[in-house]
């Protein structure tokens, strides 16, 4: 007579627990080049007296997945290679590893300091959830050191920078400004994801100057993973870096009470991006310069805005910071935007962005497809666009491919553009 005869269901031969408890351990000796992917809520301990004494804040020990694991350890230890820092923590965006800081650093009273080209959600965040906790945001111009330091004030907790700016990619005279921040104390976080690592590096800026922190650069660098180092256009994370550890605790407070983990898989793949990181950097960076490039000689451009070309806001800035004796070709990231003479009404540069077959319309950058995007900067800025052409703005995030296709697609796209 068969199981299902005598009325059993045929798992009830198997012994549950075999499947649950194990004895296998990886054996020592086992080594391959990718970083193993450990996935865990639950932690095992050995003991009750392990259990009471583990440190996960110091890396030295596990206690629960929300704190970490092997694979997270590794992904945070790699980035703050990366960013010449020391600590790191890994969030689920970007945009919330942008909001740790602000959160953690900022209580009621305060005022932080935001470059009016700033991401655009960063602004958001401060002017709608922060204001109504009553920290109060004021712009500052990020070509302008001078205005910085006139903005700053006894209740200045914070100032962030960004280079280049969002959309309109100004690059920012970040050494006039980290001087003018330690000279008042100031602390400062830079969005990093631009520079990602590999522009210059964040933290040693100045040489001799130095933060409140102890930082010759920067205090504090966040870096949107969901771009280049993850390169896949699949995931989002995000990333703080320190070099302190008294603002790595009060991070680390933050992001441990709000329970900010990460997926054991998109830290694999973040793990795995890293490695093709500078090589797809410097590519996408060569495309895009050879595209900026073409599209400065198209006669319905009004202006180019990429920091390494000539003439673009805060060249020398950029210049400044990522040339070096080493290196004299400083490096950029793979993205642009380009102002389309202001004879062309804004449904031809829609059209213009449509009919484009290899760049696809959509937000982000770092990925290997490239994507367009139009922007109406009337709607997006407060402060001074005077420093920019009449027109109309589309920005240009350049991906893998063939850097002859895709001007052949933007060759074919500007058909019917006017000068
Ligand atoms: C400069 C910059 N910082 C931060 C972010 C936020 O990253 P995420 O999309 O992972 O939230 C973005 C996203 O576009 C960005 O462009």
Redesign the pocket.
């Known amino acids: 007579m068969s199981s299902d005869q005598k009325g059993e269901s045929p798992t009830q031969h198997v012994n549950a627990t075999g499947l649950i408890h194990h004895d296998y351990r990886a054996p020592l000796g086992f080594e391959s080049p990718q970083t193993p992917v450990y996935k865990a809520s639950s932690v095992i301990f050995p003991s009750v007296r392990e259990m009471q004494t583990r440190n996960w804040e110091d890396r030295s020990a596990y206690t629960y997945g929300l704190h970490g694991t092997p694979t997270t350890f590794t992904l945070e230890s790699k980035l703050a290679h990366l960013e010449g820092g020391e600590q790191c923590l890994l969030l689920p965006?970007?945009?919330?590893a942008?909001a740790c800081v602000n959160a953690a650093l900022l209580s009621s009273g305060d005022e932080v300091l935001v470059p009016d080209n700033a991401?655009g959600?960063l602004w958001s965040m401060l002017s709608g959830q922060f204001k109504k906790w009553g920290i109060q945001s004021t712009r500052y111009n990020p070509l302008d050191a001078q205005d910085l330091s006139r903005k700053i004030n006894p209740d200045t907790r914070l100032v962030w920078l960004?280079a280049a700016g969002?959309v309109t990619m100004e690059f920012p005279d970040l050494l006039g400004l980290l001087q003018v921040c330690h000279e008042r104390g100031v602390t400062t976080a830079l969005?990093n994801?631009?520079g990602a690592g590999l522009a210059f590096r964040p933290f040693e800026l100045l040489g001799t100057s130095s933060s409140a922190h102890g930082s010759s650069g920067v205090d504090i660098s966040v870096h949107?993973l969901?771009?280049y180092p993850s390169g896949g256009a699949d995931l989002?994370?995000?990333s703080v870096i320190t070099r302190d550890k008294s603002l790595a605790k009060r991070l680390s407070k933050y992001h441990e009470q709000f329970g900010l983990g990460v997926g054991a898989n998109d830290v694999e793949s973040v793990l795995k991006g890293l490695q093709s990181l500078v090589l797809r950097y410097d590519a996408q960076d060569h495309a895009a310069r050879t595209l900026a490039r073409f599209l400065m000689g198209e006669p319905s451009v009004a202006q180019v805005l990429h920091p390494a070309l000539s003439g673009s806001p805060g060249h020398q800035h950029w210049r400044a910071v990522t040339c070096s004796e080493m290196r004299h070709e400083g490096r950029a990231a793979g993205i642009f935007s380009v102002i389309f003479k202001p004879s062309n009404p804004l449904q031809a540069i829609h059209a213009f962005c449509e009919r484009l077959k290899l760049f696809k319309l959509a937000?982000?950058?770092g990925g290997p497809m490239s994507l367009v995007m139009p922007y109406e900067l009337e709607l997006m800025r407060k402060g001074s666009l005077a420093h920019l052409e009449r027109g109309h703005l589309v920005r240009f995030c350049i991906g893998l491919e063939s850097v002859e296709d895709l001007q052949a697609d933007l060759s074919r796209g500007l058909q019917g553009l006017s000068a």
């Open positions: 965006s970007g945009l919330s942008l991401y959600p960004e969002s969005d994801t631009w949107a969901t771009k989002l994370m995000g937000y982000s950058w």
